[in-house]
């Protein structure tokens, strides 16, 4: 490892810094490229996430011209959460289809690192060697220091990841709600509804059209806006609604 211990500092810190600009992938990749300049002998690194959906490579610094997913020391780590190491591909014939890849692709040596991370996925940081038994004792712990500031970088990408899907869901539902709105005044305005009527004929006539009721009120708007209103709801079975035409329900209130 770097004698300089404030190089591996200042690594560290960059490591575990999450721009606000940067997505999940992009995160990672920035992260993969700081291990593989930080730790000597390294050439490539990996991150590898275990889910309900399966086992996946989140990311690699390139193509490594193997699968890390053949069952071998990425899956085994991944899976129990226990680190795993291969001196030597040459010497070691614990996992020969793993094996015979990877030497293949120009790799003799590897450390395999669970990642701790808050969530219920686990994660396993890999380091690669084209050279043999480049992860050695001395190499063992300042790796797994790295994987700790590994956790925080995955958890905090995840959680900056779920936060992102979560405002476009939100604003989803806001354009779903705003869109349902006008198409509700608009039909209020047409046929002298109260807003409960209004939106009862709307559920109807979208279970009627077998539409989601986002879509159906979209296509109102887009025909009010278009000046073909009164097309669209002869299309849709609504032209001369009258208020009998609302469910009792509806008019009971």
Request: proline share 4%; net charge negative; hydrophobic share 40%.
């Amino acid at each position: 490892m770097p004698d300089d211990i404030l190089s591996v500092a200042s690594e560290l810190v960059e490591m575990t810094r999450l721009v606000a600009d940067d997505d999940f992938g992009a995160t990672m990749a920035r992260f993969v490229t700081r291990i593989v300049r930080t730790v000597p002998g390294c050439d490539d690194a990996i991150i590898t996430v275990r889910s309900a959906a399966g086992v996946e490579t989140v990311h690699s610094s390139r193509d490594l011209g193997f699968d890390p997913l053949v069952p071998g020391p990425i899956v085994e780590a991944v899976t129990f959460g226990e680190p795993r190491r291969l001196d030597d591909v040459a010497n070691d014939q614990r996992w020969p289809s793993f094996g015979t890849q990877f030497v293949n692709a120009g790799y003799r040596s590897l450390l395999c690192l669970p990642v701790s991370t808050a969530g219920e996925n686990s994660a396993v940081l890999t380091l690669l060697s084209t050279e043999p038994d480049r992860f050695g004792e001395a190499a063992y712990d300042p790796v797994l220091l790295l994987t700790l500031h590994a956790g925080v970088t995955f958890d905090n990408a995840s959680l900056f990841h779920d936060s992102q899907e979560l405002v476009i869901q939100l604003r989803a539902a806001l354009r779903t709600r705003s869109l349902v709105g006008q198409a509700q005044g608009m039909l209020m305005r047409h046929f002298g509804y109260d807003s409960d009527r209004a939106f009862e004929l709307l559920k109807r006539t979208s279970q009627n059209n077998n539409r989601k009721l986002r879509d159906l009120a979209a296509t109102l708007v887009d025909a009010h806006e278009d000046g073909t209103f009164e097309d669209a709801l002869i299309e849709l079975g609504l032209a001369d609604r009258g208020a009998d035409d609302v469910s009792p329900a509806s008019q009971a209130r």
